[in-house]
């Protein structure tokens, strides 16, 4: 991963690497909702991305940068609830590069066949973070496949970033963006790029309930189960406990 750490400009380049592999997505807003609240709300239709989610942008980043750093890479290997694995996949078939993705049990079948559709080789773990690093981190070391995180990684930070940098140009004396937060790199991403372009405009962590980032962020350490687990939520792709490592 990058271990200089991502600001606007990495962003910005990153949004020049990745744009021509993928969508522009709209900004809609509802009156109804704007009703209900009392206030002028924006959202930025991320599902309809390429892959049907924001995690192609990260992916893409990521991925064409290990090809431009290593251009005889032997690929990417990455671990994923389902959504990153299938940007990761479709971000090394644009590149060219072999692929393999670790999932734990039970990953809705519909995300297993597209990361299959994609031309990556499908790898189940147990259903736990530890499982999953430890089975990516397994085939890396036996492939030389570089590594590509779903969070813990600047790359996927900056190409995810490049939502505020749309959404931004077409509205840009927002208040504040609230960001679903899993691992983190969408939300990491996205506050960078707001503080540079709109300091003014607040960026907030929405998270379910069990994740306890603002019960850390009130206490100035991280807090969680030891070992993370899995929280109980409709919402699968955000069931991640745990936020990404401080320092990387």
Sequence with gaps: MSTTGVGLQEVRAAYQRIQGWIHRTPVFTNEGLNNLS??????????LQKTGAFKARG?????FLEKEKNPKSPG????????????????????????????????????CDAIVNYGAELVFCEPS?????????????????????????????????????????????????LVPISGGGMTSGIAVATHGLNPDCRVYAVEPFGKELQRSLENKKRMWDNPPRFLETIADAIRTQQVREAGN
């Design 38 to 47: 009392g206030r002028k709300l924006f959202f930025k239709a991320e599902n």
């Design 59 to 63: 992916a893409c980043n990521a991925v």
């Design 129 to 177: 973070p530890a499982a999953r690093k430890e089975v990516c981190a397994q085939i890396a070391e036996a492939t030389g496949k570089a590594i590509i995180h779903p969070f813990d990684n600047y790359n996927v930070m900056a190409g995810q970033g490049t939502i505020a940098l749309e959404l931004l140009e077409e509205v840009p004396d927002l208040d504040a963006i």
């Design 76 to 111: 990417v290997v990455t671990h994923s609830s389902g959504n990153h694995g299938q940007a990761v996949a479709y971000a090394a078939k644009c590149a060219g590069l072999p692929c393999s993705v670790v999932v734990p049990k039970g990953t809705p079948k519909v995300k």
